[in-house]
């Protein structure tokens, strides 16, 4: 499963980018407010930064106007993803921005049916919301399965790319029902890595090192 980082603070992505842990950055409007930069400054700068794919949002409601949008953010850098929303509009977008060889991310996915929709207009990723479905008492992990299902029976070739992921539970049932990518937030990715047991056995390793009286280096 690929990590894309979900934000737009460039220290962060650049950490995890060091430890080959960052395939890729996804930024919505919300993740530009919270950085306080320019979209169109960080979203150069952070596609400067990593090798994979970059989304960066379009906020137009009509097609016309995100497939402006569309063009203007994905002549940022080759590694530009145009995200747009799962609306007609953003479909339509979809399809025309795909046709020109621009990589899509249909965002605000929360249905199989919506991500069918998505695959067949030509989107290169497609990002279903686990945490705002769980927010609602629905379960957002049945939806990745359920996409994964109908993307396999039929070979479409949209990644399923889990977003809104809260938890590093989200993280592991993404990657046992095979999304193709998840975005996490750095502290989720990171947390990744710690357990209790993890700890308390360096820990004792350490103490008992000690007594030795040995050195390696
Ligand atoms: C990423 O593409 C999404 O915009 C992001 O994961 C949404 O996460 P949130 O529901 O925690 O805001």
New binding site residues.
């Given amino acids: 499963m690929k990590f894309?980082v979900?934000t737009a603070e460039v220290d962060e992505i650049a950490q995890l980018n060091d430890l080959g842990m960052c395939d890729g950055v996804?930024?919505?409007p919300?993740?530009i407010l919270k950085s306080g930069r320019d979209i169109l400054e960080v979203t150069k700068e952070i596609a400067g930064m990593v090798a994979g794919p970059v989304?960066a949002?379009v906020v137009a409601l009509k097609a016309d106007d995100m497939i402006a949008e569309g063009r203007k953010l994905a002549k940022i850098a080759d590694n530009i993803a145009v995200?747009v929303p799962l609306t007609w509009d953003g479909l339509k977008t979809c399809k025309v921005l795909s046709e020109e060889g621009t990589m899509v991310?249909v965002?605000?996915c929360f249905s199989a049916n919506q991500a069918l929709l998505a695959a067949k207009a030509g989107a290169t990723f497609i990002?279903p919301?686990i945490?705002?479905l769980d927010d609602i008492n629905l379960d957002g992990l049945d939806v990745i399965e359920e996409i994964r299902t109908i993307y396999d029976n039929y070979g479409f070739d949209t990644q399923i790319?889990a977003?809104?992921?809260?938890s590093v539970n989200h993280a592991k049932d993404c990657a046992m029902i095979g999304a193709d990518v998840m975005?996490?937030?750095p502290a989720i990715i990171k947390k990744m890595a710690d357990h209790v047991l993890t700890d308390k056995g360096l820990d004792a390793f350490m103490k008992d090192w000690a007594k030795t009286g040995q050195k390696i280096l």
Wanted: hydrophobic share 30%; glycine share 4%; proline share 4%.
């Fill in positions: 894309f979900d996804t930024t919505n919300s993740l989304s949002e995200k991310n965002t605000l990002s919301f945490g705002r790319l977003a809104s992921i809260r975005t996490a937030p």
